[in-house]
């Protein structure tokens, strides 16, 4: 697919950037005992170049939670943002090095509840082709791309069981020649592509 078809599918398939978060759907796997999971956001940026493709980062092995998994850029919302958009922008310039200014965030996917307790807010957005990728090295140890042709392909897709806590859930894979992309990663990324299918 082509950026213009890409892009223009988005447009048309992503909940508005105006939308209130909590008209928004959430989906995922909130843990028992929580009333809500803590608000988080992420960057689902797609490349704006030929071949469109999404930025993903690996965690650092040092990180307390989620380490060494694949992850979108982002975290949770900190006192001074404003907006889940605030939180995307500032974690994915963070961890990943990437300019705002080169960010337009298009709209969101549904929220998503993890296992570990966050309710994250995905931000759908292109990011321009000249952009700099750069892991921080303190939570991402490196930045990756997949191109969005793969997340249309169905032989691109394994669902397999997980038992967490004593609970049993559905997860998604996606495959990769490098990397397990699994979890609320995989689900998120499965979402896009359902959008864009």
């Known amino acids: 697919m082509d950026p ?9 398939s992503l909940h508005s950037l105006e939308t209130p978060l909590t008209d928004l759907p959430v989906g995922g796997y909130l843990p028992e005992g929580l009333p809500r999971g803590r608000p988080a956001a992420v960057l689902v940026g797609l490349l704006h170049q030929a071949e469109p493709s999404v930025i993903l980062t690996v965690r650092s092995e040092q990180l307390a939670q989620h380490a060494g998994q694949v992850a979108f850029p982002g975290g949770r919302r900190e006192h001074g943002d404003r907006s889940a958009i605030e939180t995307a922008l500032r974690e994915a310039h963070e961890e990943a090095g990437i300019d705002t200014e080169d960010v337009q965030p298009l709209g969101y996917l549904d929220r998503y509840d993890t296992i570990s307790g966050y309710r994250i807010t995905p931000v759908v957005a292109s990011v321009a082709a000249r952009t700099r990728l750069q892991a921080d090295g303190t939570e991402a140890e490196q930045v990756f791309t997949v191109a969005v042709s ?3 392909r169905p032989e691109s897709w394994q669902r397999s069981r997980l038992c967490h806590q004593g609970r049993e859930f559905e997860i998604l894979t996606l495959h990769h020649p490098e990397h397990r992309i699994w979890g609320a990663t995989a689900a998120l990324l499965f979402e896009l592509g359902q959008r864009l299918g």
């Open 150 to 152: 793969e997340l249309l």
């Open 4 to 12: 213009e078809s890409i892009f223009g599918r988005l447009a048309g």
